[in-house]
């Protein structure tokens, strides 16, 4: 019994690609999945401080190959920087969160 070629390749491949995807699981590969991480983490650094932030805006770049947000959270009538790192590929665990200044809105 013969195959069609396309069917034949979607089961050679898929077993690759779902071996891709498995192994990237605890990994940032793009600036919008750290955007995701920064935000979450930034919510629970200000839930642990018993304030709720809201109003997150953010972009993010590439520098060399290390993943950069920087961004502001609304918390009252202040804004608060951060500012997230993690070298593009790398686990989730390596990422960086860090407050980076307040500023209050005048």
């Known amino acids: 019994m013969k195959y069609p070629g396309f069917l034949v390749a979607i ?9 891709a995807h498995k192994s990237n699981a605890g990994s940032i590969q793009s600036g919008v999945e ?3 991480w920064c935000k979450s ?21 590439t520098d060399v190959n290390v993943l950069v947000v ?20 790398a686990k989730k665990g390596s990422a960086k969160f860090h407050l980076v200044e307040k500023t209050s809105a005048p």
Do not use: M
């Open 11 to 19: 089961l050679v491949l898929f077993p690759v690609v779902v071996s």
């Open 34 to 36: 750290l955007v995701e």
């Open 41 to 61: 983490k930034g919510e629970a650094h200000f839930a642990r401080k018993g304030v709720t932030p809201y109003k997150l805006t953010a972009s993010w770049w």
């Open 70 to 89: 920087a961004g502001s959270w609304r918390i009252g009538n202040d804004d608060i920087h951060v500012e997230c790192r993690v070298n593009q590929g």
